[in-house]
């Protein structure tokens, strides 16, 4: 053979600054049945890599590529081509704002472990999307002209908080009334009712730092101090002027904070006087959610006008079913347990309807649990997490109880999500959106330590299948542009995408005087979905031959490979692509006069569009592997 072989040499290793090597065997173009729009004759188009091994660095740049892993193998979607273009979408997790829908799925979390969530109702408005029959007329059971159970939860949820609310101006109407009686306030003239508000997470913010939240205010004190003022300018109540002369709109929140700190003690909260002010907080865990804090109100009243008295009176119930319940969330190494797999064969054949001879434990290893990334350990400099880079299985257990498993990978750069499967008794839960916002959490921790850690990526977006486009309700995400690997905001590119599946996005993003969006468009994209959860599936099975229909190297009298070849010399010589042979590397160039003029020709075609579609500088560092 002619040419001079290097094995090990310093120019064929990878440029990753972590150690390890990528080597990959080419799979050329596949063509497979369409897991997405699963149309009759739609096919989905990719290139394929085989990976032996991949550091994590390089799998963080073909990501920035548009490519995607399923165990071992790497496919990247031709997006000109494919029934359902796949555009790689991220969202910078530090600048992740969520909408009402991400708050409710929270809420309904923290209700279940703290026990005052009613799982059967809950589950029962998870199956049935119709208003049942014989439901009440009261308030709390408003619903809206959609006539959904979830719109009715919504409003419960809503008028549950008002309710406590008023509740609370209550507590505080009898410490007025308790304050007159004892000559703290004047007896003879008529004090005002109290009003307590809901504060609003964005103002509590502002107001309030450290492991509280404000929930709730009211501004009586002001009220109080200034009808005492009116009533001695007028010459009222004369006898009592000096006494109440001092009686300040702070004095007089004092006085009722000390008389409130009976009902502190019973309802979980907080009370104290600010500036007059008399401000309701409670801890940050409980903010997220009004039934974190528990109240016993009066049923006669919480049933006023009710013509099903018993299902207020349920609602007034203090923590009604009593048991607190421990979430622990588990990240580990990428491993076969025989307990995921379990739950994962449940969630394919219930929430996909997949035969049980499909759900094998070859394929679901080959899926879901084989990885080709050189997994990293933690360093002390702050470069690497705490966890390590890698792949990983993020479990979700209440009591004991395996629910919802991620996988997920970890890179330098982001924590890419891969799939999720869960238990199908949990579905209301929404676990796909809950462990999204997990992720997402756990990168803005993270970030803190590894701050090159800065990104969530969620799979493909795919503007075309309904299924897919929840993704865009994680605000404000990007995508990735297929031809020139530019990151675009949603915001831009979701009107392109009305009109066409495939667009290359940077030519409208660069565009000084873009068109406007629609006004439907330019809200925060709050999309609703099942409370199946189904919602989350983010990749279909992709594996190395089971469901393909077509898996074969291309040569080059196909005519549409002979004209990605002849767009593909842009790319410059293919002499620098690396070439692994024998267990040894060596520069294209080297080795090229060791084949004949046709295989030359062959081998260069296929490096030549090999280099396009992994692009220049990672063909330079990747072992294209010829054997």
Same mark, same amino acid.
């Given at each position: 053979?002619?040419?001079?072989? +290097?094995?090990?040499?310093?120019?064929?290793? #990878?440029? #990753?600054?972590?150690?390890?090597?990528?080597?990959? !065997?080419?799979c050329?173009?596949?063509?497979?049945?369409?897991?997405?729009?699963?149309?009759?004759?739609n096919?989905s188009?990719?290139?394929?890599?085989?990976?032996?091994?991949?550091?994590v660095?390089?799998?963080?740049d073909?990501?920035d590529?548009?490519?995607?892993?399923?165990?071992?193998? &790497?496919?990247?979607?031709?997006?000109?081509?494919?029934c359902?273009?796949?555009y790689?979408?991220?969202?910078?997790?530090?600048?992740f704002?969520?909408?009402?829908?991400?708050? +409710?799925?929270?809420r309904?979390?923290?209700?279940?472990?703290?026990?005052?969530?009613?799982?059967?109702?809950?589950?029962?408005?998870?199956e049935d999307t119709?208003v049942?029959k014989?439901?009440?007329?009261?308030?709390c059971?408003?619903v809206?002209?959609?006539?959904?159970k979830?719109?009715?939860?919504?409003?419960?949820?809503?008028?549950?908080?008002?309710?406590?609310?008023?509740?609370?101006s209550?507590?505080v109407?009898?410490?007025?009334?308790?304050?007159a009686?004892?000559?703290?306030?004047?007896?003879?003239?008529?004090?005002?009712?109290?009003?307590?508000?809901?504060?609003?997470?964005?103002k509590?913010?502002? /107001?309030?730092?450290?492991a509280?939240?404000l929930?709730?205010?009211?501004?009586?004190?002001f009220?109080?101090?200034?009808?005492i003022?009116?009533t *001695?300018?007028?010459?009222?109540?004369?006898?009592?002027?000096?006494?109440?002369?001092? &009686?300040?709109?702070q004095?007089?929140?004092?006085?009722?904070t000390?008389?409130?700190?009976?009902?502190?003690? #019973?309802? =979980?909260?907080?009370?104290?006087? %600010?500036? =007059?002010?008399?401000n309701?907080?409670?801890?940050?865990?409980q903010?997220?959610s009004?039934?974190? !804090?528990?109240?016993?109100?009066d049923?006669k009243?919480?049933?006023?006008?009710?013509?099903?008295?018993?299902c207020?009176?349920?609602?007034s119930?203090?923590?009604?079913l009593?048991?607190?319940?421990?979430?622990e969330?588990h990240l580990k190494?990428?491993?076969?347990?025989?307990?995921?797999?379990?739950?994962y064969?449940?969630?394919?054949m219930k929430?996909?309807n997949?035969?049980?001879?499909?759900?094998t434990e070859?394929?679901y290893?080959?899926?879901?649990?084989?990885?080709?990334?050189?997994?990293v350990?933690?360093?002390?400099?702050g470069?690497?997490?705490?966890?390590?880079f =890698?792949?990983?299985?993020?479990q $979700? !257990?209440?009591?004991?109880q395996?629910?919802?498993?991620?996988?997920?990978?970890?890179?330098?750069?982001?924590?890419?999500s891969? $799939?999720?499967?869960w238990?199908?008794?949990f579905?209301?839960?929404?676990?796909g959106k809950?462990?999204a /916002?997990? *992720?997402?959490?756990w990168?803005?921790?993270?970030q803190?330590? %590894?701050p090159?850690l800065?990104?969530?990526?969620?799979?493909?977006?795919?503007?075309?299948?309904?299924?897919?486009? $929840?993704?865009?309700?994680?605000?404000?995400?990007?995508l990735?542009?297929?031809?020139?690997?530019q990151?675009?905001?949603?915001?831009?590119?979701?009107?392109?995408l009305?009109?066409?599946?495939?667009v290359?996005l940077?030519?409208y993003?660069l565009?000084?005087?873009?068109?406007p969006l629609?006004?439907?468009?330019s809200?925060?994209a709050e999309?609703?979905?099942?409370?199946?959860?189904?919602?989350?599936?983010?990749d279909?099975?992709?594996?190395?031959?089971? *469901?393909?229909?077509e898996?074969?190297?291309?040569?080059?009298?196909d005519?549409?490979?002979?004209?990605?070849s002849?767009?593909?010399?842009?790319? =410059?010589d293919v002499?620098? !692509?690396l070439?692994?042979?024998k267990k040894s590397?060596? +520069?294209?160039e080297?080795?090229?006069r060791?084949?004949?003029? #046709?295989?030359?020709?062959?081998?260069e075609?296929?490096?030549h569009i090999?280099? +396009?579609?992994?692009?220049?500088?990672?063909?330079?560092?990747i072992?294209y592997?010829?054997?």
């Open positions: 053979m002619a040419g001079k072989i +290097r094995k090990n040499d310093a120019g064929s290793s #990878s440029s #990753s600054t972590i150690g390890g090597e990528t080597v990959v !065997v080419d050329g173009r596949r063509r497979s049945s369409c897991g997405y729009c699963r149309s009759s004759g096919t188009i990719s290139h394929g890599l085989w990976a032996r091994s991949i550091t660095d390089d799998y963080q073909l990501l590529r548009g490519w995607r892993r399923s165990g071992c193998f &790497l496919y990247k979607p031709e997006m000109e081509r494919t359902c273009p796949s790689t979408i991220r969202l910078r997790a530090g600048d704002h969520p909408v009402k829908e991400h708050l +409710r799925v929270f309904k979390m923290q209700r279940f472990l703290d026990g005052t969530l009613d799982v059967k109702k809950t589950m029962e408005a998870v119709n049942s014989d439901m009440c007329n009261c308030a059971h408003e809206s002209g959609s006539g959904t979830e719109t009715s939860a919504a409003n419960i949820e809503k008028n549950m908080a008002e309710r406590f609310a008023d509740s609370l209550d507590q109407d009898a410490v007025i009334r308790t304050c009686e004892s000559g703290e306030f004047p007896r003879s003239i008529q004090l005002p009712k109290a009003s307590v508000k809901k504060v609003s997470q964005a509590s913010k502002l /107001l309030v730092e450290g509280e939240c929930l709730y205010s009211s501004n009586i004190a009220q109080i101090a200034a009808t003022r009116r *001695e300018s007028a010459g009222e109540d004369a006898p009592h002027s000096a006494k109440y002369d001092m &009686l300040s709109p004095v007089v929140a004092e006085k009722l000390a008389s409130l700190n009976q009902f502190s003690e #019973s309802s =979980g909260l907080t009370i104290r006087a %600010c500036n =007059g002010h008399i309701f907080y409670a801890s940050k865990a903010a997220f009004t039934e974190g !804090v528990h109240v016993v109100t049923s009243e919480s049933a006023a006008g009710c013509k099903r008295k018993a207020c009176k349920r609602m119930v203090k923590n009604p009593g048991k607190r319940r421990k979430l969330i190494r990428s491993s076969f347990d025989p307990e995921e797999f379990e739950l064969r449940r969630y394919q929430v996909h997949d035969a049980p001879d499909h759900v070859s394929a290893r080959r899926f879901l649990v084989d990885t080709p990334l050189v997994s350990p933690p360093s002390g400099d470069s690497v997490p705490s966890c390590g =890698g792949s990983f299985h993020q $979700y !257990v209440i009591d004991g395996l629910v919802a498993v991620g996988v997920v990978d970890i890179l330098p750069k982001c924590l890419s891969k $799939y999720l499967f238990d199908p008794d579905a209301f839960l929404s676990l809950y462990s /916002l997990q *992720e997402i959490s990168v803005k921790d993270n803190v330590y %590894c090159s800065q990104y969530y990526y969620l799979g493909y977006y795919i503007h075309s299948c309904s299924k897919m486009r $929840y993704k865009a309700a994680y605000h404000p995400s990007e990735l542009c297929p031809l020139r690997y990151w675009v905001s949603f915001d831009v590119a979701r009107p392109l009305d009109r066409k599946p495939y290359i940077s030519d993003s565009l000084q005087d873009a068109e629609p006004p439907h468009a809200e925060k999309v609703q979905h099942d409370d199946s959860g189904d919602e989350y599936s983010n279909v099975l992709m594996d190395d031959g089971e *469901e393909m229909i898996s074969e190297y291309q040569n080059s009298d005519e549409s490979d002979s004209e990605m002849s767009q593909t010399l842009e790319d =410059g002499g620098d !692509v070439i692994g042979l590397q060596v +520069r294209y080297d080795l090229q060791a084949f004949g003029p #046709s295989e030359r020709s062959y081998l075609t296929q490096l090999y280099k +396009r579609v992994v692009g220049a500088e990672l063909a330079k560092r072992v592997s010829l054997g």
